[in-house]
Nanobody, 117 residues
Framework: QVQLVESGGGLVQAGGSLRLSCAASGSIFSIAVMGWYRQAPGKQRELVAKVTSGGRINYADSMKGRFTISRDNTKNTVYLQMNSLKPEDTAVYYC???????????WGQGTQVTVSS
């Protein structure tokens, strides 16, 4: 089992920045990929960015240049630095971990990000 605890969400004005953190615990040795997804009201959950244990990173096209994902393997933590935030970035942001050996996805409880115009 893997447990994920997110922090760092909140309310920010358009153009502002936020940094999300996600700390993993439990069977962390099995985690191959960690990432962030988001879900806005009435919309499907979508990928924001993900990073492999080897450091390979993927971003959703709309996040490139504004969001930066990073991973500290010594702290079992993944971060999402979000700059130049827009009202359309308002969503619940979820941390995700994928365990290669079991093929399971684990999710955090979600953290609300609200960007006011």
């Amino acid at each position: 089992q893997v447990q994920l605890v997110e922090s760092g969400g909140g309310l920010v004005q358009a153009g502002g920045s936020l940094r999300l953190s996600c700390a993993a615990s439990g069977s962390i040795f099995s985690i191959a990929v960690m990432g962030w997804y988001r879900q806005a009201p009435g919309k499907q959950r979508e990928l924001v960015a993900k990073v492999t244990s080897g450091g390979r990173i993927n971003y959703a096209d709309s996040m490139k240049g504004r969001f930066t994902i990073s991973r500290d393997n010594t702290k079992n933590t993944v971060y999402l630095q979000m700059n130049s935030l827009k009202p359309e970035d308002t969503a619940v942001y979820y941390c995700n971990a994928y365990a290669l050996l079991t093929g399971r996805d684990y999710w955090g409880q979600g953290t609300q990000v609200t960007v006011s115009s």
